[in-house]
Nanobody, 119 residues
């Protein structure tokens, strides 16, 4: 059974920082592209950042230069360091694991963690 457990959300003032963590099942982590998505009220879920199995990151334009995604393969954990937070970053943040096979993939999601940035 695949499990993704997020932690680290909370309330922070604009300009502040938070670090999100996502602990994944060992069975999925090493073979999966790991990512963070977010969903604000009444909006769709959007990609924030992903990191490949070899550690290559990719970011949404809105967070480039402010957020950093990383993964610790020994701990089966992916992190999202968020700096210079803005009110627009307020959302529920979801951890994602995407495992590819030939021609298709499987997505796994965490339960989400709330990030609220007070302006």
């Amino acid at each position: 059974q695949v499990q993704l457990v997020e932690s680290g959300g909370g309330l922070v003032q604009a300009g502040g920082s938070l670090r999100l963590s996502c602990a994944a099942s060992r069975s999925i982590f090493s073979a999966a592209v790991m990512g963070w998505y977010r969903q604000a009220p009444k909006k769709q879920r959007d990609l924030v950042a992903i990191i490949t199995t070899d550690g290559t990151p990719n970011y949404a334009d809105s967070v480039k230069g402010r957020f950093t995604i990383s993964r610790d393969n020994a701990k089966n954990t992916v992190y999202l360091q968020m700096n210079s937070l803005e009110a627009e970053d307020t959302a529920v943040y979801f951890c994602n694991a995407r495992r590819w096979s030939v021609g298709s993939y499987d997505d796994y999601w965490g339960q989400g963690t709330q990030v609220t940035v007070a302006s």
